[in-house]
């Protein structure tokens, strides 16, 4: 049995868009007579943040319509009670090449039939290159498939091909554009709750002063910068009269600890304390967060808090926000790996290039110099400090 479940009306402006009866700037008409639209992207946090201006653009044109995240176990945990732009989460099995684990017998089979007597209208494919999704949207039963193709991919409906250098948020907005949706932002916007501020609170008080979070870690680990250099900015910082934060999750536990431990001033480690919701929360009262290219970076930036992430050059082109007022993407030139020196820009598919990819894991971020690092950091810790004068002024 799937569980479909239920989220807030989103906080939408309705003044942002309507449907239309006329075929919509991005080339593509709209689809008539839409109730019920799926989407695919059971993706990691991220890769969630960069949908989010996407599923606003097509909340706003079609906003008498359901749209149902189907995701992942952590979106209905996180989605669920929460206001935004899906308006229910449904969690799929396991398929190969979507979302890993083992199904039980005949559960995929449940799932497409449960998705056919949805009936969904338009059933959009926004994971990947489609070798996988594009037969498990192409299976749902909607009226209308839209979404990403690479090469070797089955076709949908309507396609734009999957290239894999395009800032991800872009990539997003292209997708919703094969129905007509037109862009009402850029940036992400990830909806708080009061929950989720007093969840961080009760774990770690709310901030006495500017408060700056860095995170070490990453999943990848040549998105790692080291643990010495995090500590240079960290002492920095905390010299500049800011509480200093080190967090990550469980399995992080021996890096934030040698962060914290190669400080000459005292920092707080927060490993494993916090959910994806209680670290929105508390990344929302932060003035600053220094962090590799992970999810709790993109989270930070989509709750509304100033940002410096260290970026591998590949990495940078997409998934770093335009903006340098609030965000300051510090970028790696480092293109050969480190060990075997194979171009890592451009053996990216290499069942296709013939390649044998490089299964090497070095830190390709090495070069960021640190003394870079602390100056943007040291920047935008002041710009927050002149912020909250002008804020107290004007009360």
Same mark, same amino acid.
């Given at each position: 049995?799937?569980d ?12 942002v868009?309507?449907a239309?009866?006329?075929? *919509?700037? !991005? =080339? ?8 019920k $639209?799926?989407? @695919?992207r ?11 201006? #996407?599923?606003?653009?097509l909340k706003a044109?079609?906003?008498? *319509?359901e ?7 952590w979106h209905?945990?996180v989605?669920?009670? %929460?206001p ?6 449904a969690v799929i ?5 979507v @979302?890993?684990?083992?199904?039980a017998?005949g559960? /995929?089979?449940?799932?497409?039939r ?5 009936g969904?209208? $338009?059933?959009l494919?926004m ?13 749902l039963?909607?009226?209308v498939?839209?979404?990403?193709? +690479?090469a070797d ?16 948020v872009f990539r ?6 094969l129905?007509?949706?037109e862009?009402v932002?850029h !940036?992400?916007?990830?909806? /708080?709750? +009061?929950?989720?501020?007093?969840q ?9 002063r500017?408060?700056v ?11 790692r910068?080291?643990?010495e250099?995090?500590a ?5 910082? *905390?010299?500049?009269g800011a ?7 469980? #399995?992080?536990?021996e890096l934030?600890d040698?962060?914290?431990?190669r400080?000459?001033?005292p +920092? ?5 304390? &916090?959910? $994806?919701?209680? /670290? +929105? ?15 709790? &970076?993109?989270l930070?930036? #989509?709750v509304?808090?100033?940002?410096? =992430? ?6 940078m082109i ?7 007022g609030?965000?300051?993407?510090l970028?790696?030139?480092t $293109?050969?790996?480190p ?12 069942? %296709?290039?013939g =390649? !044998? ?11 960021i110099?640190a003394?870079?690092v602390? #100056?943007?950091a040291?920047?935008? &810790?002041? *710009?927050c400090?002149?912020e ?8």
């Open positions: 049995m799937i479909k479940i239920r989220v807030p009306p989103v906080y939408l402006r309705r003044s868009g309507t239309r009866a006329v075929p *919509a700037a !991005t =080339g593509f008409d709209l689809v008539p007579d839409v109730r $639209i799926a989407l @695919l059971p993706s990691a946090l991220g890769d969630y943040v960069f949908t989010l201006p #996407a599923l606003y653009a044109t079609y906003p008498d *319509a749209v149902t995240l189907l995701g992942a176990p209905a945990r989605l669920s009670g %929460r935004g732009p899906v308006d229910y989460v099995p396991p398929v190969p090449g @979302l890993g684990g083992d199904s017998p559960e /995929l089979d449940a799932f497409r449960w998705s056919a007597g949805e969904f209208d $338009i059933a494919q994971h990947g290159g489609g070798r996988n999704s594009n037969p498990l949207v192409g299976s039963g909607a009226r498939t839209a979404g990403l193709r +690479a991919a089955p076709p949908l409906d309507r396609w734009v091909p999957y290239v894999y250098y395009q800032p991800e997003m907005l292209e997708v919703v554009g129905v007509g949706a862009p932002a !940036t992400p916007m990830f909806e /708080l709750t +009061a929950d989720d501020v007093a961080a609170r009760a774990v770690l008080g709310p901030p006495a500017p408060r979070v860095l995170h070490p870690g990453a999943s990848d680990r040549r998105r910068w080291p643990a250099r995090f240079v900015v960290g002492d920095a910082l *905390a010299a500049a509480e200093v934060l080190v967090t990550g999750i469980k #399995a992080e536990r934030v040698e962060v914290c431990g400080m000459r001033h +920092a707080r480690p927060s490993v494993g304390e &916090l959910t $994806i919701a209680g /670290l +929105a929360g508390l990344l929302s009262e932060c003035a600053l967060v220094v962090s590799n290219d992970t999810g709790p &970076l993109h930070a930036a #989509a509304g808090t100033r940002t410096v =992430g260290l970026f591998w050059i590949g990495n997409n998934a770093a926000l335009p903006e340098r609030r965000h300051r993407p970028i790696s030139w $293109i050969h790996c060990e075997c020196g194979l171009d890592c820009t451009r053996d990216i598919y290499p069942a %296709r290039t =390649g !044998t990819g490089c299964r090497h894991a070095p830190s390709f971020i090495v070069d110099p003394v870079e602390e #100056a943007e040291l920047d935008l &810790l002041a *710009a400090r002149e909250e004068a002008l804020a107290r002024a004007y009360k």
